[in-house]
Nanobody
Framework: QVQLVESGGGLVQAGGSLRLSCAAS????????MGWYRHFPGKQRELVSS???????NSADSVKGRFTISRDNAKNTVDLQMNSLKPEDTAVYYC?????????????WGQGTQVTVSS
């Protein structure tokens, strides 16, 4: 099992910045993807950014150029630096970890942290 604990959400004005952090503990797979999803009320959870153990990243078009994802493999942490925040970024953000083994996909989620951007 893997436990993910997020921190860093909060309230910020439009144009401001926030940094989300996620620390993983437990039995992490040596090769895995960590990242951030967000959930808007009434909609499905969507990918914000992800990063593999090897450093390959994937981000939603809506955040490219504004959000930067990074990870520390030794510490099993993943951070999301969010700049130039917009009101439409307001959502609950979830830390994610996923990996495949012979039995299939294993996915883990944090408890979520609220990000609110005021106009």
């Amino acid at each position: 099992q893997v436990q993910l604990v997020e921190s860093g959400g909060g309230l910020v004005q439009a144009g401001g910045s926030l940094r989300l952090s996620c620390a993983a503990s437990g039995s992490m797979f040596s090769t895995n993807t960590m990242g951030w999803y967000r959930h808007f009320p009434g909609k499905q959870r969507e990918l914000v950014s992800s990063i593999t153990t090897g450093g390959s990243t994937n981000s939603a078009d809506s955040v490219k150029g504004r959000f930067t994802i990074s990870r520390d493999n030794a510490k099993n942490t993943v951070d999301l630096q969010m700049n130039s925040l917009k009101p439409e970024d307001t959502a609950v953000y979830y830390c994610y970890s996923g990996a495949y083994d012979e039995s299939g996909l294993h996915e883990y989620w944090g408890q979520g942290t609220q990000v609110t951007v005021s106009s």
